[in-house]
């Protein structure tokens, strides 16, 4: 057996039965809330923060939730931990309610490990698959050690109220950027993407799959990437702020120019963590503010 193979039987031993049980026949909720049309059953409204934490060339962002809930979608690269904890903890949190590793690349779970060992933590989902790199078996590790069960992130789970997966759609992919969770919260009319690194394919899928991808505010997939954020989808979704996770200089020359210019056609603000730092958004259900770390670029 080769080391993903091994990950990959870890993996699913620390899934749940409950969870793949909850898989079986689970349809998409909240379909048709969008900020543009009067929403069906309102959900979750009251105030809300989501910040978005500059962790350099990586993805963090912390949610508190209307009802005190609160998640954490990813932790960075691992010398992020640092920065991810005191943004946390200076909030008052020693618990996370539901932690979600989007897809386990090292910019995303970098620094989850020590997360997980400093706070409390309620669920943890990771979506059905598995690298071989010493980050991920780390993480895997102290998952185990803590006796946290994984959950499964795919597709038309509800995490709470408000809050559910619209992708991974499919069981399969080539690239494992596409596996990446994608996370739609909606609280009152106000809607929140969270596309992770899923790129054209998962976007495709998302759409071709019925979702509503309206959203106010959109973490931008795969920092910015060319491979993401397909002209359909942009377009689709008619942000009001599109949000790029990323660090200053990185070799990857993230974001993609083409793709910064597509979200500003699309009448999207553009905000990127490199230039104005941590992001935080504050929703009241109708309207939605947003505070900036640093003004520069703006
Ligand atoms: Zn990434």
């Known amino acids: 057996m080769n080391r993903r193979t091994i990950y990959a039987a870890i993996l699913n031993l620390l899934m749940t039965a409950s969870a793949l049980f909850s898989l079986s026949g689970c349809a998409p909720v909240h379909m048709n809330i969008g900020q543009n049309s009067a929403p069906q059953n309102v959900v979750n409204t009251g105030e809300m923060t989501v910040t978005f934490i500059d962790v350099g060339q990586g993805d963090s962002a912390f949610i508190e939730l209307p009802g005190g809930k609160t998640i954490l979608i990813d932790a960075g690269v691992s010398d992020s931990a640092d920065k991810i904890y005191s943004v946390i903890s200076s909030k008052g949190y020693k618990k996370i309610d539901i932690v979600v590793a989007t897809h386990p690349h090292a910019d995303h779970i970098g620094a989850m490990k020590d997360i997980i060992s400093w706070f409390e933590i309620g669920d943890i ?13 780390k993480l895997l590790e ?109 070799s990857y020359n993230h974001p993609h120019k083409s793709v910064v210019d597509r979200w500003e056609a699309s009448g999207a603000r553009i905000l990127r963590t490199d230039k104005q730092g941590d992001i935080i958004f504050i929703s009241d259900g109708t309207d939605i503010n947003v505070k900036c770390e640093k003004q520069e670029g703006e």
């Open 125 to 137: 989902y990771m979506p059905r698959v598995s690298t071989n790199t010493k980050t991920y078996e």
């Open 142 to 250: 102290e998952i185990a050690s803590q006796g946290l069960k994984i959950k499964t992130a795919k597709a038309g789970v509800t995490i709470c109220e408000g809050v559910d997966m619209i992708a991974p759609v499919s069981d399969e992919y080539e690239d494992l950027n596409d596996y990446s969770a994608v996370i739609r919260i909606v609280n009152g009319n106000n809607v929140f993407l969270f596309m992770g690194d899923a790129e054209t394919e998962s976007e495709n899928e998302i759409m071709n799959a019925g979702y509503d991808v309206r959203a106010d505010v959109i973490k931008v997939g795969h920092h910015g990437s060319s491979t993401s954020s397909g002209k359909k989808f942009v377009s689709s979704v008619g942000a009001k702020y599109a949000v790029f996770s990323l660090g200053e200089g990185n």
